[in-house]
């Protein structure tokens, strides 16, 4: 294996975009814009809403949106609100007031709709990917997160710019290795893709034993480790409700400790973390440099953070928001 | 036309949610008020220095004029709800260096301010404390204390340890900082009503009459020696003038400044609109009543003349006032005639001394860390402790500075006359000017902010607040500019404000090349990614 050792090797990593179309255009626009060699998308990449949309019978349409009943008259301005869901992260799907009571009768029905719509705008953004990404020389890596079902992986399998790197060890530019995960723990929600501690620990070996260079191996790993600092989620009760305390809400750390215990014992040259919007910011555990880039997909704007690695050190670090 | 459910599908997902809401917002805003200093600067320099002011009709004036420029403030914290305040807002929203320089000099400001503030923990709080409960129980020991606490090694000593004591809390978290402020809160509502009720049951008489016997060792017949010795010394009281009230508005719209102190904290607060919207409309608003209904009681309780004579006395007659500076809290303890009484109202404003000096650190702090993690400052000051989760060095950094500007403001007769108000104005000059602009100028970034949703008929009212919030600090800024008293502009307050801004200015550029030789250019930190 050839290892540029005085090179540089400049990463850009975004996390949990949760469907949001402007953030992944921006994603893949990053490797251009940021000038880097190696673009990883953390996971959660599905988003959490479907706006339906109710085609009048006597003509025009009307949805809800942004604690608004909103109706209107053409589809032409619907589409102008349909680029804003989009970006927003949200799914859009229009139906007839039948359709839509029929809908709204079964969870099973909701759930294939979320199922189908997810696929297509993922096959929409790969499709875009692979347009933007032909004349670009740069590696482009992504795996789904928690939120994101098994399906996904089908869709996501086909792409030809971005590469899955779910539960692999990759060796990506610069002779650097990339050990990736995109599942949890246990969450409060059971979504579709969490492990118990020993299950994360179990895995975590198994890769651990592929890897050649800890001191120039990556973890991508979707949950971060348990309190670091880019774990510090809001407590909630039996019912899913936010505890509030005197003091405002009560946080805790959620992050992983199988994942702490690999960093610690293993001390990896970098850490990218997701999963927790709110934590953003970077930490050393021991020697390792984590970072969580936070999230706030719902605005349109991608926080990302751009590593630059040279011989086996992490020369630099800056956080962006785009 | 069909009935139609109109909701979404929502699928079960990890969540996000910010920290603060509206009644920590409120708080933490009011705290940065802080009541009991507006109070007692208010009434301590208003009637001295502008006989025919009225309080509740300035009081109302700066409430006023805070409340537009506070809007334009909300409008920017809706628009980009991010924490680090006006650094967010000028950095994002028109230029990075000038947002930089701009917060650097905001920030060194208000820390200079809490300077001020920490001085009033004795001043305030623990003076009139002493001295009330040493006379109401015939305890010399206390009223000489009282006068001790009040020099300067005290001052430094006391403010030091309340600076520190801010700076610890901070470090434990935020969430503990607000209970902190919750519970300051509670104890210094309970002074403010307890000196309103006084205010209200106690007559003109009962005040003379408890005045004359606490001041009984100093002044006999004091109350009517006071008003004759302010005379005598060329203070006159000429009744009420609209050219007095309007100066003496500066001194209620300083302390409401405070109001807007949230948007340090932006990123951190749940339901912007609403939380922010509270915290720092409803707190100017909340202000600016209790401004006005304790201006107008202590009138008529007081003495419109007595107010302003034995405020007057305190600097040109010193043996003819009280023997401590004779603050509104120490006033209204006399009032209250005893022991219990005067201890809830001086522990009360004692809390609302102390509000500022936390909250202040926060504000600055908060602009450290944004400056860190924008790589403008060395890595260190972004440390953020693995044990409490907090910007531990930004925090160690804003105490250090903030105690440096105590022994500075003491001791140093250069500082003591040091105004550094007006870098506040000029960088909220610019910031409103920015907010003017912003629809237009980054009109993809306002389109999709929250901001955008309150346009009328299409029309940005983000830039209207802003306009209307720009004539209200320009106002302000000639108020200030044109009074020796409150502000001015002194050849070395006007030097050191260029100078810092200057300094911030330079300290960007020269940043921004070392980190281009880093192999990082800070530009990124600002720019959108073009997707189109």
Redesign the interface.
């Given at each position: 294996m050839i290892l540029a050792k005085t090179g540089l090797t400049k990463i850009f990593f975004a996390t949990d975009i949760h469907g949001s179309e402007v953030c992944f255009r921006k994603v893949v626009k990053a490797a251009s814009f940021y000038g880097v060699d190696v673009v990883v998308l953390g996971g959660d990449l599905t988003g959490k809403m479907i706006i339906p949309i109710t085609r009048l019978r006597e003509g025009g349409y009307q949805f809800y949106f942004r604690g608004k009943d909103i109706t209107l008259r053409t589809e032409e301005e619907v589409n102008k609100y349909q680029d804003e869901m989009k970006r927003l992260g949200f799914y859009i799907h229009i139906f007839s007031p039948e359709e839509g009571a029929a809908l709204r009768k079964g969870e099973e029905q909701i759930a294939n709709l979320f199922r189908k719509l997810m696929i297509e705008r993922l096959e929409e953004w790969l499709l875009y990917a692979e347009r933007e990404t032909k004349q670009v020389a740069c590696e482009f890596y992504f795996m789904p997160g928690n939120d994101d079902g098994y399906f996904i992986d089908d869709v996501i399998a086909n792409s030809k710019s971005f590469l899955n790197v779910d539960r692999s060890v990759r060796t990506i530019h610069g002779g650097y290795e990339m050990l990736s995960i995109g599942y949890s723990n246990s969450t409060p929600w059971h979504t579709p893709r969490e492990k118990s501690e020993a299950e994360i620990g179990k895995d975590l070996n198994f890769l651990i034993s592929q890897v050649s260079m800890m001191d120039r191996c990556v973890f991508n790993i979707h949950v971060p480790p348990f309190n670091s600092g880019l774990d510090e989620a809001p407590a909630l009760d039996e019912e899913l409700r936010v505890i509030y305390g005197p003091g405002g809400v009560s946080t805790r750390p959620v992050g992983s400790t199988a994942v702490r215990g690999a960093i610690e014992s293993y001390q990896p040259l970098l850490g990218l973390f997701g999963h927790i919007h709110e934590s953003r910011g970077c930490r050393k555990i021991n020697r390792t440099f984590c970072i969580n880039p936070g999230s706030v997909y719902f605005e349109g704007k991608l926080r990302g953070c751009i590593i630059a690695l040279k011989d086996g050190k992490v020369a630099n670090w800056q956080l962006v928001e785009g | 036309?069909?009935k139609?459910?109109?909701?979404?599908?929502?699928?079960?997902?990890?969540?996000?949610?910010?920290?603060?809401?509206a009644a920590?917002v409120f708080v933490y805003n009011i705290g940065v008020i802080s009541i009991g200093i507006g109070v007692s600067l208010t009434h301590l320099t208003g009637p001295a220095n502008y006989p025919g002011g009225s309080i509740p009709i300035a009081s109302a004036i700066a409430t006023l004029l805070m409340f537009f420029i506070a809007l334009a403030f909300w409008f920017w914290s809706v628009a980009i709800p991010r924490s680090g305040g006006l650094y967010a807002y000028v950095t994002r929203g028109l230029n990075p260096a000038l947002g930089f320089a701009l917060s650097f000099v905001d920030a060194f400001a208000w820390l200079f301010y809490n300077a001020l503030a920490a001085t009033y923990i004795t001043s305030i709080g623990f003076g009139p404390l002493l001295f009330n409960i040493g006379v109401f129980s015939n305890d010399a020991g206390l009223v000489r204390l009282a006068q001790e606490i009040v020099q300067p090694v005290p001052q430094f000593i006391i403010g030091t340890v309340a600076v520190v004591l801010a700076g610890i809390l901070l470090i434990t978290g935020?969430?503990?900082?607000?209970?902190?402020q919750?519970i300051l809160f509670l104890i210094a509502l309970i002074g403010i009503i307890t000196s309103i009720l006084f205010l209200f049951v106690r007559s003109n008489g009962e005040f003379v009459a408890n005045f004359n016997t606490a001041m009984a060792p100093y002044i006999p017949n004091a109350y009517d020696t006071v008003i004759e010795a302010a005379k005598t010394k060329g203070w006159r009281f000429s009744g009420f003038n609209w050219e007095d009230t309007v100066k003496l508005a500066v001194w209620p719209i300083l302390p409401l400044v405070g109001g807007i102190f949230s948007i340090a904290i932006g990123g951190e607060i749940?339901e912007v609109k609403k939380s922010q919207g509270i915290g720092i409309l409803g707190s100017i608003i909340v202000a600016g009543i209790v401004f006005v209904l304790v201006g107008h009681l202590s009138y008529r309780v007081f003495g419109t003349e007595f107010q302003g004579a034995v405020a007057f006395n305190s600097t040109a007659d010193p043996t003819k006032s009280t023997p401590i500076t004779p603050f509104f809290p120490l006033l209204a303890g006399i009032l209250a005639g005893n022991v219990v009484g005067s201890v809830l109202i001086s522990l009360g404003f004692l809390a609302w001394a102390y509000f500022w000096i936390p909250a202040t650190l926060v504000y600055a702090e908060r602009a450290v860390l944004a400056w860190s993690?924008?790589?403008l400052t060395p890595a260190s000051f972004?440390y953020?402790?693995?044990r409490f989760?907090t910007p531990v060095v930004a925090i160690v950094v804003t105490v250090i500075l903030n105690i440096a500007f105590l022994y500075l403001f003491l001791f140093i007769p250069f500082f003591s006359t040091l105004t550094l108000v007006l870098a506040a104005m000029l960088a909220w000059t610019i910031t409103m000017v920015a907010g003017i602009l912003f629809p237009f100028r980054a009109k993809e970034l306002y389109k999709?902010?929250g901001a955008s949703?309150l346009d009328f008929q299409g029309f940005p009212l983000m830039s209207v607040a802003n306009f209307l919030g720009l004539i209200s600090v320009l106002i302000l800024t000639y108020l200030l500019w044109n009074d020796p008293l409150a502000a001015g502009h002194s050849p070395q307050s006007l030097l050191t404000i260029g100078s810092v801004f200057g300094f911030g200015f330079a300290f960007f550029y020269i940043m921004k090349q070392r980190r281009k030789r880093?192999?990082?250019d800070i530009a990124?930190?600002f720019?959108?990614?073009?997707?189109e």
């Open positions: - | 036309m069909d139609v459910p109109t909701t979404v599908f929502l699928r079960t997902t990890s969540g996000l949610v910010k920290s603060a809401g920590d935020m969430r503990k900082f607000f209970l902190f919750k749940r993690l924008d790589r972004g953020v402790s693995e989760h999709r902010s949703g880093q192999g990082i990124l930190a720019k959108e990614i073009p997707v």
